[in-house]
C-alpha cells in the first residue's frame, strides 16, 4: 500500500499538527518544508497557543547554555538585530486574528505590548505574566475587563490585591491561580479568598507567608481541589490543625516548608523583590 505524504494530509489536520510544535518551529521551520506547510503555518489556528520565549533579544541572555540563545539569535538574523520586544509580540499575536487561547508573556514586557494583547486576545483563557515584568504589573487590572473568558493566571511578585478583585469581577470562569515565589500576607490572602469564589487550584510554591496567612486561605476557598505549597517559608511544617482544615482538598502538596533564622527580621516583600 502506498504511503501517504505529509504535505497531502488534510489541511485541517496539518493545522492541527504543526499547531503543537512552537512558535520557533512554526517561524522557521515548518514554513520551509512545502508548499502546503507554508500555507498551514499561516492558519490564525496554528497560533492560537503563544508560549514566547523568555528572552526575545541574545544581548538580554546572560547563561551561555540559555535555552533560549538559540532562538533570540535566529531571530536577530531573519528579521533584524535592533527587533524590539514589542514589535516582536505584535507580530505573532497578529497572526492569530484574535484566537489567542493562551500566553506566556516574554521578560520586558511593555505596557504598549500588554495593551495590544488585551486588545487583540478576546478569547484569552490562560495568562502567564512572566518573572521579569513588574513594570507592568500595575497596569494589569485596567485589562482584565477585556478577558471575560480568563480561566487561569500565573503572577509575578506584586499586585495581587489589586488584579484579583478585578479578576472576581470581570472574569466568571476563572478556577487557576500560581504565585509562586510570592509574599502572600493578609491582605493578599483576603483576596484570594473573597475575589475567587470559585478557585479550585491555588499554586503557592516558594512563596512566603505565615501560619495563619495559611489558615485563612485554607477556610476561605472551599472549592479547593489542587493545593501546592511545597518549599515555602515562613512557617515549619504542617501541624494536625492545618491538616484538618485541608481535609476537603483532594491534592494538597506541603513538604518543604521552612522557617529561615533571619525571618522575622527582614521585610518580607522586600525578599522576593530580586
Known amino acids: 500500500m502506498e504511503e501517504r505524504k505529509w504535505e497531502e494530509l488534510n489541511m485541517d489536520i496539518l493545522v492541527n499538527?504543526?499547531?503543537?510544535?512552537?512558535?520557533?518551529?512554526?517561524?522557521?521551520?515548518?514554513?520551509?518544508v512545502c508548499k502546503s506547510w507554508y500555507k498551514a503555518s499561516?492558519?490564525?489556528?496554528?497560533?492560537?497557543n503563544l508560549i514566547f520565549p523568555t528572552y526575545i533579544k541574545s544581548d538580554d541572555i546572560m547563561e551561555e547554555d540559555c535555552p533560549d540563545r538559540a532562538f533570540a539569535e535566529r531571530l536577530a538574523v531573519n528579521y533584524q538585530e535592533n527587533l524590539s520586544v514589542t514589535a516582536f509580540l505584535k507580530f505573532i499575536v497578529n497572526r492569530s486574528c484574535g484566537r489567542t487561547t493562551i500566553i506566556k508573556?516574554?521578560?520586558y514586557c511593555t505596557?504598549?505590548?500588554?495593551?495590544y494583547v488585551?486588545?487583540?486576545?478576546?478569547?484569552?483563557?490562560?495568562?502567564?505574566?512572566?518573572a521579569?515584568?513588574?513594570s507592568i504589573e500595575d497596569i494589569i487590572p485596567k485589562f482584565i475587563s477585556k478577558w471575560k473568558s480568563l480561566e487561569m493566571m500565573r503572577m509575578g511578585k506584586l499586585h495581587m490585591e489589586e488584579v484579583l478583585p478585578q479578576i472576581g469581577l470581570h472574569c466568571n470562569n476563572f478556577i487557576w491561580l500560581s504565585a509562586p515565589y510570592t509574599y502572600i500576607g493578609k491582605d493578599e490572602a483576603s483576596a484570594i479568598v473573597t475575589s475567587l469564589p470559585k478557585l479550585k487550584y491555588l499554586d503557592l510554591h516558594n512563596a512566603s507567608f505565615e501560619k495563619e496567612t495559611l489558615v485563612m486561605i485554607l477556610k476561605g476557598c472551599k472549592k479547593l481541589v489542587h493545593l501546592d505549597i511545597r518549599d515555602c517559608w515562613g512557617f515549619h511544617g504542617v501541624d494536625a490543625e492545618m491538616l484538618e482544615l485541608a481535609s476537603h482538598i483532594p491534592t494538597f502538596m506541603y513538604e518543604g516548608s521552612i522557617i529561615l533564622p533571619f525571618y522575622d527580621k527582614v521585610n518580607e516583600r522586600t525578599m522576593f523583590m530580586v
Do not use: I, T
Open 17 to 32: 499538527v504543526l499547531g503543537r510544535v512552537g512558535m520557533e518551529s512554526l517561524l522557521f521551520d515548518v514554513p520551509y
Open 42 to 48: 499561516r492558519e490564525p489556528q496554528c497560533w492560537e
Open 105 to 107: 508573556l516574554p521578560n
Open 111 to 115: 505596557e504598549e505590548a500588554l495593551e
Open 118 to 130: 488585551a486588545n487583540e486576545c478576546p478569547r484569552l483563557k490562560v495568562l502567564h505574566v512572566g
Open 132 to 134: 521579569f515584568n513588574m
